[in-house]
């Protein structure tokens, strides 16, 4: 969008841009601050002024709007769930230190999944696994991740439950998302770096040197003295 991640403000953007009110927003229509653009000031105004703009467009279920509301006040630990097509995505914010999880390795990591009814009735074009896939980031969102898909229709089918990305290029998405939950991308890459594993989000230990030789090039081990695995799998 052209500002600071944490900085977009509700008015400016470009017209092809969709924007979606959230459901906070009907409580009252008293005065709020909102992002300006700038880092350091803040745009006040009210409720109402954003929907003579935008109009009545509501996010239809609680449930998401709830989740990021919570993220955004850090009344949680953020956790986030993506679909099997944003691997990419994944990895880049693993790379971060935030707990993700893809959807079919969410048991094998013991997330304990809760059996949800679906959310629509199943679509008789809709292969099973897709079908599978969008039940389980259902289960996932009702348990306070923050779900993330790409497709147009997982989003229309789980509507109000699942956020879905605008962007279609890993390093946009990862902008978007930090914008949407106001994650400051250089202090959670500087908290969270090497923290966590980009391939099975486990955590990272350290190793011995002499455990990582044979395992990294050997200019790098005759380089570092400090190196890490995976605690999952020591391999890695």
Not at 51 to 57: C, I, K, L, Q, S
Not at 71 to 91: I, K, N, W, Y
């Amino acid at each position: 969008f052209g500002f600071a991640p944490g900085n977009v403000p509700p008015l400016g953007l470009h017209p092809d841009v969709e924007v979606f009110l959230s459901g906070q927003l009907r409580v009252q229509d008293e005065l709020a601050c909102f992002s300006s653009g700038l880092p350091g000031t803040l745009l006040l105004m009210r409720p109402s002024s954003l929907v003579a703009v935008y109009g009545e467009r509501w996010l239809s279920d609680e449930l998401l709007s709830d989740v990021v509301e919570r993220l955004l006040e850090r009344d949680q630990t953020p956790g986030f769930v993506c679909d099997s097509m944003l691997q990419r995505l994944t990895a880049r914010m693993r790379a971060m230190g935030l707990d993700v999880v893809t959807v079919g390795e969410s048991r094998k990591h013991g997330v304990p999944i809760s059996k949800v009814p679906a959310v629509k009735p199943k679509r008789p074009s809709l292969k099973p696994a897709r079908h599978q896939e969008e039940e389980e980031l259902a289960a996932l969102a009702l348990q306070g991740r923050l779900a993330i898909t790409a497709s147009t229709a997982t989003a229309a089918a789980l509507k109000g439950r699942v956020y879905l990305l605008r962007s279609t290029v890993a390093e946009e998405q990862l902008r978007e998302i930090c914008m949407v939950v106001g994650f400051n991308w250089k202090n959670e890459l500087r908290k969270g770096w090497n923290t966590r594993c980009s391939l099975c989000n486990a955590g990272i230990v350290q190793v011995p040197k002499e455990e990582a030789k044979g395992r990294v090039p050997e200019k790098a081990f005759e380089a570092y003295d400090k190196f890490f695995a995976c605690s999952e799998d020591p391999a890695r």
